[in-house]
């Protein structure tokens, strides 16, 4: 198995990437959904290239590889790697993209963004209906 290097690291998740927070409406009621916020960063690939999302995970040392079947005419079946835990957020997936910062400016920024809303979690600001309002709001800017 090759090793993967920072530099390819961020290449990859600037095209295949995603830094994004579920963020319940706060207009809507609660009863919809069992969480408020719940962030994530995740790397999808199409199956045959599923040993690189091993690699990944071998690489950071946490998360999980999911599989994502596609039923619809001319989509293949994929793999998600993914890191939801906000320890795993928060200790090694920011710091990485701090130190190898991503290259496209629209990902930049919605890391960037994604940034600030992990510190909001993790003052829980969250948990507060005002905090939960502004939570939405940044997410409304993500792409």
Do not use: A
């Not at 995603?18 to 207009?27: G, I, L, N, Q």
């Not at 963004?113 to 905090?131: A, E, N, P, T």
């Amino acid at each position: 198995m090759q090793d993967l290097n920072p530099e390819y690291i961020v290449g990859l998740v600037d095209g295949e990437g995603s830094f994004t927070v579920y963020v319940r409406d706060p207009k809507l009621p609660i009863l919809t959904r069992r969480v408020t916020v719940e962030p994530k960063f995740y790397v999808k690939l199409i199956e045959r290239d599923k040993k690189i999302l091993e690699q990944l995970k071998h690489y950071f040392g946490c998360g999980m590889i999911y599989s994502q079947k596609d039923k619809r005419p001319n989509h293949q079946n994929c793999y998600r790697y993914e890191v939801f835990n906000r320890n795993d957020l928060i200790n090694i997936i920011i710091p990485f993209f701090k130190k190898h910062q991503l290259r496209f400016p629209s990902k930049r920024n919605d890391f960037e963004i994604f940034c600030k809303m992990m510190d909001m979690i993790y003052r829980k600001d969250h948990l507060s209906k005002v905090g939960l309002d502004q939570l939405f709001k940044l997410k409304q800017r993500m792409h």
